[in-house]
């Protein structure tokens, strides 16, 4: 059996941050992780799934009291932001609606999109709807990231790639992958590509060096 941990979760609470930041007591817990769910999962509904696709590759929730501050990280800011802040304030009027609260929307660009893992991985999953030639796309990936600064980039595809009858899998790499080394800065995501043959599954992790280089 495999004895696979998620790179990140791994490393959660010794180099990496949480994704949501507050404290809550025991009764309404439940109700705030829910409501970053909510939050996570429209983001990504309205900015990932369809047109204009802005890259949005993390969201980070923090709570004070009365507010709910909503951190995006994206490759194409001026989507998000819109002429003039207007789809900002457009945005922020949604989450509002969704729940229920004060909400104020910020916004980080991602300077080296081919050095993130889930941006990395939603360029291999768009080239796949377009059908075009999986093992060039992703070699073609794995190279753009080495190039970008990446000690190692290690991309896998599993479905009925190719419009195959049979689903395999598929997997393509360069440089290293320390993954059981706490020290090495690995960024790892999942993507998922909706072909007419059926969804494919993209597993990508990248291998930044090691944390303060």
Known sequence: MGQKTHPIGFRVGITEGWKSRWYAPKASFGEFLV????????????????????????????????????????????????????????????????????????????????????????????QLRKRASFRRVMKMRCEAAMTAGAKGVKIICSGRLGGAELARTESQMLGAIPLSTLQSQVDYAITHATTTAGVIGIKVWIYRGRYGE
């Open 35 to 126: 409501e970053d769910e909510k939050i996570r999962r429209f983001i990504d509904g309205k900015f990932n799934k369809q047109p204009p696709y802005a890259g949005v590759s993390k969201v980070e929730v923090e709570r004070t009291r009365d507010e709910v501050k909503v951190t995006l990280h994206t490759a194409r800011p001026g989507v998000v932001i819109g002429a003039k802040g207007a789809e900002v304030d457009k945005l922020k009027e949604m989450l509002e609606d969704l729940i229920d609260r004060r909400i104020g929307v910020n916004i980080i660009e991602i300077r080296e999109p081919d050095l993130d893992a889930k941006l990395v991985g939603m360029a291999v999953a768009e």
